[in-house]
């Protein structure tokens, strides 16, 4: 399971020591503009631990930390206005930009996404109020039909799974129509097939086996 702090330690000593050591830098820490936030969107934890000594990847890093341990946030699979308690990894994307933007001045932050299916193998905890490690075969796997992240100095930061680079995944995902059922559909990417489940939850929505999917008819 993701610790967000041992991942935050590690790629920062792998930062300092590589070609990304010219932006550890001081950013601009203000913290009237920070009070100023939190008067009008609340969610002041967010701000935890950080101070005038840091470094700009030292802020992003922490951010990341927070964002990470938040239990305001219920993931609906849905894209919503920011700072609602609710939404995607568009809208949580969009919140840590905000930030990195507007209180830290941080601006080398891009928004990027991806359609075509996202599909991670392993059980792995997102930003979410409730502990949960996945959306199909009793939460042992996740899939997104698109996903988005953030890159920061060219560094991609998984915003959604608390982590530097994009969690491991694959893509390409096919949605094929069942030959010996043509009015059913499966989903597959190689040798992987799954299937939208019967009765179907947003934390409990696919399933490898066949004999739990759904049946148009």
Sequence with gaps: MYEARKHKDKVSRVIERSEY???????????DVINDFIKKNGHGFLFNSMNAQMSELEIVSQLLENFFNRNDFSYNFTNSASWSHKGDCTTLCREFKEICNNIFK????????ADGGFLSLLPQKIIHNQNVTGNMDNSSRWYFESHTW??????????LFGQFGIVSHRTNIEQKQDESEQDNFFYQCGDFIFYLKQNAQLFDKYTTNRNLRFHLK
């Design 21 to 31: 050591h010219n932006i550890v830098q001081r950013y601009n820490y203000n913290q």
């Design 106 to 113: 941080i601006h080398n932050v891009q928004i990027e996404s």
């Design 150 to 159: 953030i890159v920061w100095n060219g560094m991609p930061i998984d915003v």
